[in-house]
């Protein structure tokens, strides 16, 4: 672009302590345009450099392993992973481990979507024949043969349930404790199905960037993959909101979306459901409540009464008193009891409301310690929504 600068971006990257080689620091710089193509030959002549100086090998002879880069459910296909072999060489019909997945590499393709037999050492490929859809950074490596592959898989997956199981409880018991300590925080629970695996990570990072100390936003399940029952049920359980992005529901999900109804929203654009999320985090936040004025009472006489208990003689200096009013009442300039108006009378009559510079008789609910001197605030309390 006409406007590039690459001083400013040099200048960005010395704030990090990244400071480039013609700036006196020790990281290599190279210019590159993605619009023209220049320095394109330049960035792979200095990864060649960079590889030497750090004497970067691989064995290719071993068995493969590697790095998954992100995958995706393929319609017709089934299971799209997309590695980086980090050493070794990965070939058609090798038994894999991936996470906590097993499967046999049906095909290989690579960077172009061009079918290929092996792959070796820092070879960006795809491969089909996974069982289930892994995730982003999840290690993968070869071993002899399916029935060892599905072991390790097995063995890892029951580790997994009983994390979570184990988790579930332990958490639990955590976030008790935990929103005693912090004041009763709450959370928004969140299950999350997508189209491929990055953007569900697009996704939770867009929504973990949403601002707010007083809710928190938990993920109880991110996957790639259609809503299944398992979903609605994780959800019922724990009391979560699911979030699917640009994937469907199966039938088993809309049975049990019947049974037990939860809400389910639907999206295309991250924006959508980050939006929503914000709403919902702001609907959980606690109001702010506002006091206002509306009337000081001062205390001339005191009465005890059998049947009404006792009941205050007053005056109003300012404002007006309303029945059944939030009051402050007053001794020495200090709150001595907060509460509410049970009675509100003139004269013998029960009224709704006293001005300004008239006398009304007045009892305060679970308060009979009330004195002559002792002032009476009422106010009202206005509860406004809280913002994000």
């Known amino acids: 672009r006409k406007e590039a600068d690459q001083d400013r971006v040099k200048k960005q990257l010395a704030v990090h302590d990244l400071s480039s080689e013609d700036w006196g620091g020790k990281v290599g710089v190279v210019g590159v345009s993605a619009v023209t193509g220049e320095g394109i030959d330049a960035l792979l002549e200095r990864i060649l450099l960079e590889a030497e100086i750090l004497e970067l090998k ?8 590697g790095i998954v880069i992100d995958a995706h459910l393929s319609q017709g296909k089934g299971t799209m992973a997309a590695l980086i072999v980090q050493s070794g060489t990965l070939k058609e019909g090798d038994a894999v481990v991936v996470g906590p997945y097993a499967g046999r590499v049906k095909a290989l393709f690579d960077g172009h979507g061009r079918p290929i037999k092996e792959a070796g050492p820092s070879t960006p490929i795809e491969i089909l024949g996974l069982s289930e859809v892994p995730a982003a950074g999840d290690i993968f490596y070869a071993v002899e043969d399916e029935k060892q592959a599905r072991d390790i898989a097995a063995t890892r997956q029951e580790k997994i349930k009983h994390e979570k199981l184990a988790g579930t409880a332990r958490v639990s018991l955590e976030e008790l404790y935990s929103q005693i300590q912090q004041g009763d925080i709450k959370e928004l629970r969140v299950v999350i199905k997508g189209d491929v695996q990055g953007s569900i990570e697009a996704l939770k990072e867009s929504l973990a960037k949403i601002p707010t100390n007083e809710v928190k936003l938990r993920f109880m399940h ?11 049920i994780l959800a019922v359980a724990s009391q979560a909101i699911i979030i699917a992005f640009h994937v469907k529901i199966d039938p088993k999900a809309k049975q049990e979306l019947e049974k037990t109804p939860v809400d389910l929203r639907e999206y295309r654009i991250i924006y959508d459901a980050v939006d929503d999320v914000k709403k919902a985090l702001e609907g959980l936040l606690a109001p702010r409540l506002k006091r206002h004025f509306v009337g000081r ?3 001339r006489n005191v009465f005890k009464l059998s049947r009404s208990g006792v009941v205050a003689g007053c005056y109003v200096q300012k404002g007006k008193v309303r029945n059944k009013s939030q ?3 007053l001794r020495n300039g200090e709150v001595a009891h907060t509460g509410h108006i049970s009675t509100l009378k003139r004269f013998k009559d029960d009224v709704k409301e006293v001005a300004e510079g008239f006398e009304c008789g007045i009892t305060v609910a679970n308060f009979d310690q009330i004195q002559v001197g002792d002032v009476i605030e009422a106010f ?5 929504a809280r913002k994000l």
């Open 58 to 65: 691989a064995n290719p002879a071993k068995k493969a392993s």
């Open 327 to 329: 009051v402050d009442v």
């Open 222 to 232: 991110a996957a790639v993959g259609d809503v299944n029952a398992s979903d609605v």
């Open 380 to 384: 009202e309390v206005e509860s406004i």
């Open 297 to 299: 009472v001062e205390i």
